[in-house]
């Protein structure tokens, strides 16, 4: 029923806390490859929709769909296993690692535990840490971030924080990455460089799903675009479909303009 | 005489630091302060005697058989209490209080199939050699307890620094919320990590056990006060701090027996305590850290 090219499909999701609807018959889907944008002013639930798809928070109703598999009811760590990783708003990267060990906790699923290897000294678990590691400097080289590999992460600027949570979401090895609100909070130079590190992505062929209410940034980056205002997806899209559909320019960018 | 005193301080110091991993290691990775640890500890220690004196099992069996029991007790304390209270978002004094009942219920168990007296291992069973190395007399038991507890605190930390697992179970100390969206599977590592807890706490048990050779259900009482003192003191969750404030406190505790006043040395043991977190409140390597859900 899913066209081969839906990667995530999300069908008439809801989700409410106690009497609070905070997302009602959400329906869009999610294609392999680009970027796709979700939009909308604070507070309309567009953290609430990565936390249903992530496995945080369970919908109320409805369905997720990953590759033509339900999510629903699975627990966080194995949607991480089915492809999908993601990004936090406020940046949750291991303060007290290096960065080399932040990227290499991203691949956990691969690389297993070990813990009995490593007092054997098994040639098995060796390689799997040796390639563990290479794939980390990878990974690091690919966000320019390799020759800070021992640095304490605590010890990064905040635009480089962000650019390691990007190599390590990508260890999982996802077929899409979630990015909830990339930008947020960075100076125009780290934005410019952040948009930079995510078209780079989606060339290196993984697909991305970004939140963002920074109107400029997304309708530069996006391929398709969905709109969502109090809970409900009003508009979706091309960016010049959503930027010329009259509800959006009611509900969105018409109070960006009052606010400027 | 000082040598003498100061290797009595170094064996009840690294059976304090051994107890005291284990108990850190699960606030660290759980963020829960787990008081049946005290009991656990306790466990281990009779379940060793029980299988040296009602199986001949050998002393190294025993210890084995302590650490597979009391690890155990600790899974199913993890998977039967404070599972159930993660899942219900219960707030941080509940499992506190969860544990305080399982330490009181195991306390009872343990009277009830034992007895309140004091039992002994066997006299045949402790190892016997006894030398003299400059002047101290070196019982080959303390020894081999210095050596075990050193033994299995090398192995957890270079399984913390060096492995995918410790590096996950740090991860997890960290926020347990970005781990999982990592793919680390948090329930089966916090079953792991109170598995380890558990089983370095029952080896625990035996060690004192077999140091002062006096076994009673209230033995985990006052380890339980001395274990929580300790990470307090090296601060909270911190591997290196629990070490190291293990040891500490077995040679105050020591020194001030033997040189100020044998009644008063644990007075004088945790005043001395108090005076350091006077000036260091967050312990000796704790750091004031918020703790992201």
């Known amino acids: 029923m899913n066209t081969p090219q839906t990667l995530?499909?999300?069908?008439?999701?809801?989700?409410?806390?106690?009497?609070?609807?905070?997302?009602?018959?959400?329906?869009?889907?999610?294609?392999?490859?680009?970027?796709?944008?979700?939009?909308?002013?604070?507070?309309?639930?567009?953290t609430t929709v990565f936390n249903l798809v992530t496995g945080l928070l369970a919908p109320s109703s409805g369905t997720i769909e990953f590759q033509g598999e339900s999510l629903v009811g699975l627990p966080p760590h194995q949607i991480t296993h089915r492809g999908i990783a993601r990004t936090f708003q406020n940046i949750r990267i291991f303060k007290e690692m290096s960065l080399l060990e932040n990227v290499m906790i991203g691949m956990h699923e691969h690389l297993k535990y070990g813990a009995g290897g490593i007092f054997?000294?098994?040639?098995?678990?060796?390689?799997?840490?040796?390639?563990?590691?290479?794939?980390?400097?990878?990974?690091?080289?690919?966000?320019?971030?390799?020759h800070k590999a021992a640095m304490l992460a605590d010890n990064l600027s905040y635009g480089d924080q962000r650019k390691l949570e990007f190599a390590r979401a990508l260890a999982?090895?996802?077929?899409?990455?979630?990015?909830?609100?990339?930008?947020a909070g960075m100076?125009?130079?780290?934005?410019?460089?952040?948009?930079?590190?995510?078209i780079n992505i989606r060339n290196r062929g993984y697909g991305v799903f970004m939140i963002e209410h920074d109107m400029r940034?997304?309708?530069?980056?996006?391929?398709?675009?969905?709109?969502?205002?109090?809970?409900?997806?009003?508009?979706?899209?091309?960016?010049?479909?959503?930027?010329?559909?009259q509800e959006v320019i009611e509900a969105y960018l018409g109070r960006e303009e009052e606010a400027a | 005489m000082l040598e003498q005193q100061l290797l009595n301080a170094l064996t009840l110091g690294s059976v304090y630091a051994l107890f005291a991993l284990g108990f850190t290691l699960v606030f660290g990775v759980l963020a829960v302060i787990n008081l049946s640890h005290g009991a656990?500890?306790?466990?281990?220690?009779?379940?060793?005697?029980?299988?040296?004196?009602?199986?001949?099992?050998?002393?190294?069996?025993?210890?084995?058989?302590?650490?597979?029991?009391s690890g155990t007790l600790g899974l199913l304390v993890d998977v039967l209490i404070l599972k159930p209270l993660r899942a219900r978002n219960a707030p941080h004094l509940t499992p506190m209080i969860a544990t305080i009942g399982v330490g009181i219920m195991l306390t009872s168990a343990a009277q009830g199939m034992f007895g309140a007296e004091v039992l002994r291992f066997p006299e045949e069973t402790l190892p016997a050699g006894e030398f003299i190395v400059g002047g101290v007399h070196v019982r080959a038991l303390e020894i081999a307890i210095v050596a075990i507890a050193f033994i299995l605190m090398a192995v957890l930390f270079t399984a913390l620094k060096r492995t995918q697992l410790g590096r996950a179970l740090r991860a997890i100390a960290e926020s347990p919320k970005a781990a999982s969206l990592l793919g680390i599977n948090v329930e089966g590592l916090f079953h792991v990590t109170s598995f380890v807890a558990a089983a370095l706490g029952g080896i625990a048990?035996?060690?004192?056990?077999?140091?002062?050779?006096?076994?009673?259900?209230?033995?985990?009482?006052?380890?339980?006060?001395k274990g929580?003192?300790?990470?307090?003191?090296?601060?909270?969750?911190?591997?290196?701090?629990?070490?190291?404030?293990?040891?500490?406190?077995?040679?105050?505790?020591?020194?001030?027996?033997?040189?100020?006043?044998?009644?008063?040395?644990?007075?004088?043991?945790?005043?001395?305590?108090?005076?350091?977190?006077?000036?260091?409140?967050?312990?000796?390597?704790?750091?004031?850290?918020?703790?992201?859900?």
């Open chain 2, 40 to 69: 656990i500890f306790m466990v281990g220690s009779y379940a060793a005697l029980w299988l040296v004196s009602h199986l001949d099992a050998p002393l190294w069996l025993a210890m084995l058989g302590a650490m597979l029991l």
């Open chain 2, 228 to 293: 929580l003192a300790v990470i307090i003191l090296g601060g909270m969750g911190d591997i290196r701090g629990a070490l190291i404030g293990g040891l500490f406190l077995g040679f105050a505790e020591v020194i001030s027996k033997a040189y100020l006043s044998s009644q008063m040395g644990d007075a004088v043991a945790f005043g001395l305590l108090f005076l350091i977190l006077l000036v260091r409140p967050s312990g000796l390597f704790g750091r004031v850290l918020e703790r992201k859900a």
């Open chain 1, 120 to 146: 054997f000294n098994s040639s098995a678990c060796r390689a799997a840490e040796k390639r563990a590691r290479e794939r980390a400097f990878e990974l690091l080289s690919w966000l320019g971030l390799e």
């Open chain 1, 217 to 245: 940034f997304v309708m530069g980056l996006c391929d398709r675009i969905a709109v969502l205002n109090f809970g409900r997806i009003i508009a979706e899209g091309s960016p010049d479909e959503v930027r010329n559909n």
């Open chain 1, 187 to 198: 100076n125009p130079s780290e934005k410019t460089l952040l948009m930079e590190e995510i």
């Open chain 2, 205 to 225: 048990g035996v060690l004192i056990g077999l140091d002062f050779n006096a076994i009673t259900p209230q033995m985990g009482q006052p380890m339980l006060h």
């Open chain 1, 8 to 46: 995530l499909s999300i069908r008439n999701v809801g989700k409410h806390f106690g009497g609070l609807h905070v997302l009602q018959d959400v329906s869009f889907e999610v294609p392999a490859g680009g970027i796709y944008g979700l939009i909308g002013p604070n507070g309309a639930g567009k």
């Open chain 1, 172 to 183: 999982t090895e996802p077929k899409l990455l979630l990015l909830d609100e990339p930008v």
